[in-house]
């Protein structure tokens, strides 16, 4: 063979090699967990059998569900806390069973729900700092469901919508502001509810039931838009997720029981996308969703892995990156929102893993030289304010997340919405020092004007929810009065 054709040989097969290695900057994320000084230790997390994460995580506060006598109840520390936690460490316990799902708001980081096997939701207002004696009152309790309440979501960017589901396989949509129920779907599943996720912009959520139907659903109108039989094949329990373009991630189980990943396409949901089989544990696969990188984290119950995933457009379209191991399994895990990441080390995401009596942060990190700011890891974020009022996406309005810098550093602004779970949204901030400068005239005429008409649009959008309600009830009654019901 000549030099020439060797040298051409030799070319072909290096770029046809350098051609099947993918280009993505999240090729090399490491996961590495904190030191031991940096853990909570004895923490006495729930042995309820519930497949939940039972831990939620934001920039304030980390709250784990924990063994209770006679009731239920949740641990919450502020995120900087480590070391022991002490058998006297107040908690939140107002619940007379178990609790089963708790999530933080993803719009003020104070106000946290929890579901439980007592059939109620409770809101609860976690103060600054901290809890310093037990919490029995809830600034809100949501009383709907026949059965035990398992599953939990807030609406990623409508001020204060809640939807909740049971084992009575009835999802509810509440007003948290008001303790209205104002959606009920109950005739949309004819099994028990695993998992229910909200779209990008709150407009739909997609469900996966015992049935092993994914659905995809209209909550406000109550119509199932897109159904598809048999998503996996296993009896085990499943999960899905919805992704920021509209597509849909599952977990669940093959015929065989291997653990499966499927990503679906909800413009036809005839076959899935992408299938990959992973192992044959038992252990049911909780998806956590990262919308600014496309990652996906799978954490099995049970587990002493993470998995971890990027999605993108391209064909096999679920790219498998990397897992963490190490020799103790998970009883649960808490996700950490973006907005609490650590920027100045790389830090992309961060779990809390749940051990039986600790609780370990691991961290989700790029490896990069550069001391500045990242762009291209921290894209804009969800921030904490919300793009809508309850009743304006009761009255059919749909908005996207309005989105923050993570540039140096997230710090949250005053929220316009602070202590308005039980009154009218106010815009002027009830965060300002008492030392201030008194507002001019003019500031003040401003400012009444804007609040004057902030709520004359809320307002209107009551008035028209409650029109487009009076319409539907009236339709039902006629039907009724016809004899089609």
């Given at each position: 063979?000549?030099?020439?054709?060797?040298?051409?040989?030799?070319?072909?097969?290096?770029?046809?090699?350098?051609?099947?290695?993918?280009?993505?900057?999240?090729?090399?994320?490491?996961a590495q967990a904190w030191k031991a000084e940096h853990c909570i230790d004895d923490v006495r997390v729930s042995r309820v059998?519930?497949?939940?994460?039972?831990?939620?995580?934001?920039?304030?506060?980390?709250?784990?569900?924990?063994?209770?006598?006679?009731?239920?109840?949740?641990?919450?520390?502020?995120?900087?806390?480590?070391?022991?936690?002490?058998?006297?460490?107040?908690?939140?316990?107002?619940?007379?069973?178990?609790?089963l799902d708790i999530q933080w708001s993803p719009h003020d980081d104070n106000i946290i729900a929890s579901a439980s096997e007592?059939?109620?939701?409770?809101?609860?207002?976690?103060?600054?700092?901290?809890?310093?004696?037990?919490?029995?009152?809830?600034?809100?309790?949501?009383?709907?469901?026949?059965?035990?309440?398992?599953?939990?979501?807030?609406?990623?960017?409508?001020?204060?919508?809640?939807?909740?589901?049971?084992?009575?396989?009835?999802?509810?949509?509440?007003?948290?502001?008001?303790?209205?129920?104002?959606?009920?779907?109950?005739?949309?599943?004819?099994?028990?509810?695993?998992?229910?996720?909200?779209?990008?912009?709150g407009s739909a959520v997609c469900t996966v039931c015992k049935d092993k139907a994914l659905r995809v659903i209209d909550p406000?109108?109550?119509?199932?838009?897109?159904?598809?039989?048999?998503?996996?094949?296993?009896?085990?329990?499943?999960?899905?997720?919805?992704?920021?373009?509209?597509?849909?991630?599952?977990?669940?189980?093959?015929?065989?029981?291997?653990?499966?990943?499927?990503?679906?396409?909800?413009?036809?949901?005839?076959?899935?996308?992408?299938?990959?089989?992973?192992?044959?544990?038992?252990?049911?696969?909780?998806?956590?969703?990262?919308?600014?990188?496309?990652?996906?984290?799978?954490?099995?119950?049970?587990?002493?892995?993470?998995?971890?995933?990027?999605?993108?457009?391209?064909?096999?379209?679920?790219?498998?990156?990397?897992?963490?191991?190490?020799?103790?399994?998970?009883?649960?895990?808490?996700?950490?929102?973006?907005?609490?990441?650590?920027?100045?080390?790389?830090?992309?995401?961060?779990?809390?893993?749940?051990?039986?009596?600790?609780?370990?942060?691991?961290?989700?990190?790029?490896?990069?030289?550069?001391?500045?700011?990242?762009?291209?890891?921290?894209?804009?974020?969800?921030?904490?304010?919300?793009?809508?009022?309850?009743?304006?996406?009761?009255?059919?309005?749909?908005?996207?997340?309005?989105?923050?810098?993570?540039?140096?550093?997230?710090?949250?602004?005053?929220?316009?919405?602070?202590?308005?779970?039980?009154?009218?949204?106010?815009?002027?901030?009830?965060?300002?020092?008492?030392?201030?400068?008194?507002?001019?005239?003019?500031?003040?005429?401003?400012?009444?004007?804007?609040?004057?008409?902030?709520?004359?649009?809320?307002?209107?959008?009551?008035?028209?929810?409650?029109?487009?309600?009076?319409?539907?009830?009236?339709?039902?009654?006629?039907?009724?009065?016809?004899?089609?019901?």
């Open positions: 063979m000549s030099f020439q054709v060797l040298f051409c040989f030799f070319s072909t097969d290096m770029s046809f090699r350098r051609g099947v290695v993918r280009q993505s900057k999240f090729r090399h994320v490491f059998t519930w497949d939940t994460s039972l831990c939620a995580v934001n920039p304030k506060f980390v709250a784990v569900i924990i063994e209770a006598g006679g009731g239920g109840a949740f641990l919450v520390v502020p995120l900087s806390k480590s070391g022991r936690i002490d058998q006297s460490c107040p908690t939140v316990c107002g619940h007379a069973a178990p609790v007592d059939f109620t939701v409770k809101v609860w207002q976690i103060p600054d700092g901290g809890l310093t004696s037990p919490m029995t009152e809830a600034i809100v309790t949501l009383e709907g469901h026949s059965k035990r309440v398992g599953i939990l979501a807030w609406h990623p960017t409508a001020f204060n919508i809640l939807l909740t589901a049971g084992c009575d396989n009835v999802i509810c949509v509440w007003n948290v502001g008001t303790g209205e129920l104002v959606y009920q779907l109950s005739d949309a599943h004819p099994d028990l509810i695993y998992s229910v996720s909200w779209n990008k912009d406000r109108r109550g119509t199932i838009l897109k159904v598809k039989e048999k998503v996996h094949d296993g009896t085990r329990p499943m999960r899905a997720v919805f992704l920021s373009d509209g597509k849909i991630l599952t977990t669940g189980f093959s015929r065989m029981s291997e653990r499966q990943l499927a990503l679906w396409d909800t413009k036809d949901l005839s076959e899935p996308m992408a299938v990959q089989e992973m192992d044959t544990s038992n252990g049911v696969l909780l998806p956590f969703y990262d919308p600014d990188t496309n990652m996906v984290y799978l954490c099995g119950k049970g587990d002493c892995t993470i998995r971890y995933f990027e999605v993108t457009d391209e064909s096999p379209y679920v790219h498998f990156l990397s897992l963490y191991s190490s020799k103790e399994p998970q009883r649960g895990a808490g996700f950490l929102s973006k907005r609490g990441v650590d920027v100045n080390k790389c830090e992309i995401a961060r779990f809390y893993k749940l051990h039986e009596r600790k609780v370990e942060p691991i961290s989700m990190t790029v490896p990069r030289k550069s001391d500045l700011f990242q762009g291209d890891l921290y894209p804009d974020t969800a921030g904490m304010e919300p793009a809508l009022l309850a009743d304006e996406w009761i009255a059919g309005q749909d908005a996207p997340p309005l989105l923050v810098s993570l540039s140096g550093g997230y710090s949250a602004p005053p929220s316009k919405h602070r202590d308005t779970l039980r009154s009218k949204p106010k815009l002027v901030s009830q965060d300002s020092g008492t030392g201030a400068a008194p507002p001019s005239v003019g500031n003040a005429a401003d400012d009444l004007l804007t609040e004057l008409l902030a709520e004359m649009k809320a307002l209107r959008a009551v008035v028209l929810a409650q029109s487009q309600r009076i319409e539907l009830l009236e339709r039902q009654l006629a039907r009724i009065e016809d004899g089609d019901v």
